[in-house]
């Protein structure tokens, strides 16, 4: 069985920095392929980044391209999201997901989810 349980998320002003991170435990999750979503209110869920569970082959979305970082401690257990220059636009729930498949992942099919963590940024 895989656990995620996101933390760090919060309320923040435009052009503010936060970090999540996210706990991934699990026997089988050291190969699992990783990354970070978000749903703003009213919308679809959306692939905010996503890592290889060896690390390297980042890969985000457009939005937060050279703002935003993820990351994974050495372990591989917990992922993070280094958010910095945040917008308006960013607020949203973030939820961490796992899979063993990086289609599945990218998709949004992934096996695996946290409860998700509120970001707010305000103007």
């Known amino acids: 069985q895989v656990n995620l349980v996101e933390s760090g998320g919060g309320s923040v002003q435009d052009g503010g920095s936060l970090r999540l991170s996210c706990r991934i435990s699990?026997?089988?999750?050291?190969?699992?392929?990783r990354g970070w979503f978000r749903q703003p209110p009213g919308k679809e869920r959306e692939l905010v980044a996503r890592?290889?569970?060896?690390?390297?082959?980042?890969d985000y979305m457009e939005a937060v391209q050279g703002r935003f970082t993820i990351s994974q401690d050495s372990a591989k257990r917990t992922l993070y999201l280094q958010m910095n220059s945040l917008k308006v636009e960013d607020t949203a729930m973030y939820y961490c997901?796992?899979?063993?498949?990086?289609?599945?992942?990218?998709?949004?099919?992934?096996?695996?989810w946290g409860q998700g963590t509120q970001v707010n940024v305000s103007a």
């Open positions: 997901a796992a899979d063993p498949s990086p289609t599945a992942l990218r998709q949004g099919w992934a096996r695996n």
């Open positions: 699990g026997t089988t999750v050291s190969t699992f392929y």
């Open positions: 890592i290889d569970f060896k690390g390297g082959n980042e």
